[in-house]
């Protein structure tokens, strides 16, 4: 049997009290179902102590004014809009889920390891000056730019959560040394992510949207991987890719309208995995955002860390006649190199 690889783990028992008065779709229970996963994982794990963020971690994407008004709300319960809640424990579970995606990185950078990150709430909603959509604090934003002010020269941010992240777009818009992809149902939920949002000044061109129709599916997202995602990932190549690893394009999700199996979940990781291993010396993490049916956020982790870690291969059919992917590939090929 191969030698199971090392990876990083983030998990902390404060991010299951970040609870919710009554029902609601991000809730603890998310845990339990990305925890299964990992349970029986071929990896073998390096458990990363979720630290608590500093101002200095935070500041180098969030308005020090945010971070402020944050802090004020240690302590307290309600509603930050209709969709964002706080606890009692949500500021200190979103400031150790941001430490600790930094505490992963900066594993990852010295030995090239692989990361699995359980983090809640999720983050990339979180704009600079203001929370939003379930999220408190950017977690991946915060983690790629720790990785830049600590050696890194290019990110990769690939965001196949089914919304779009606007917080992590709008972080890092104007940033070539942090390329940007997204891949997300639209329009939808938030309401940003046209394929014509591409950044600006020197960050022209860094911000990669590929908004899909409702109903796309496992051959839809091939399709836009192999035309668009892939082809730009090899051109920039990234020393650390960053997945904001979102498994609520889902067909089971109650939240949104895409088909995906667990299987395409799989395929794109794969792809990411085998870029990783070309230009970053196989550093690259899964970091969870959004997924709110339980059995397809266990089965869609389960096989990405498939991909990840035992080099499992998948058999999905090409859409080659999407007009969505044509759409943004014709956009994307003003910057990149795409057939």
């Known amino acids: 049997m191969a030698e199971k690889p090392n990876a990083y783990l983030v998990d902390d028992a404060i991010f299951d009290r970040h609870e919710p008065l009554g029902y609601h779709p991000e809730r603890p229970e998310r845990l339990a179902a990305g925890r299964a996963a ?23 994407v969030h308005d ?12 307290r319960t309600g509603m930050i809009d209709p969709d964002t809640y706080v606890s009692t424990q949500s500021v200190d579970a979103a400031r150790r889920a941001a430490g600790g ?16 990150a359980l983090l809640r709430p999720p983050g990339h909603h979180a704009c600079p000056d203001h929370a939003m959509g379930f999220c408190l604090l950017n977690n991946v934003a915060i983690a790629a730019a720790h990785a830049r002010a600590n050696g890194a020269k290019r990110v990769a941010i690939v965001d196949y959560d089914v919304h779009h992240g606007n917080g992590t ?25 046209a394929a014509d949002e591409t950044g600006e000044g020197e960050g022209e061109g860094y911000t990669v949207n590929v908004p899909l129709m409702a109903g796309g599916g496992d051959a ?28 609520d394009a889902a067909a089971r999700d109650p939240l949104a309208e895409m088909t995906l199996s667990a299987n395409g979940y ?16 196989g550093r690259i993490a899964l970091v969870l955002e959004g997924g709110y049916d339980l059995v397809a956020l266990e089965t869609g982790l389960d096989e990405s860390m ?24 014709a956009v994307a090929r003003k910057r990149w190199k795409i057939g």
């Open 306 to 329: 498939h991909a990840l870690f035992e080099g499992r291969t998948y058999d999905i059919a090409n859409e080659s006649a999407s007009s969505d992917v044509e759409r943004a590939a």
């Open 266 to 281: 799989g395929y794109m990781t794969q792809k990411l995995g085998e870029q990783a291993r070309r230009s970053a010396g």
């Open 220 to 247: 839809v997202y091939r399709a836009a991987f192999d035309r668009i995602v892939m082809p730009v990932l090899e051109e920039y190549a990234p020393d650390l890719i960053l997945v904001s690893a979102g498994f």
């Open 101 to 116: 995606a930094v505490a992963m990185v900066d594993g990852m950078m010295k030995t090239g390891a692989m990361g699995v």
């Open 169 to 193: 777009q709008e972080m890092f818009y104007r940033d070539p040394s942090v390329l940007y992809v997204s891949l997300h149902q639209y329009p939808f939920y938030p309401g940003t992510g």
């Open 64 to 75: 020090a004014r945010f971070v402020e008004a944050l802090e004020r709300l240690r302590g």
């Open 38 to 60: 990992v349970a029986h994982a071929a990896a073998t794990w390096t458990h990363v102590e979720a630290r608590e963020a500093d101002s200095a971690d935070l500041e180098r």
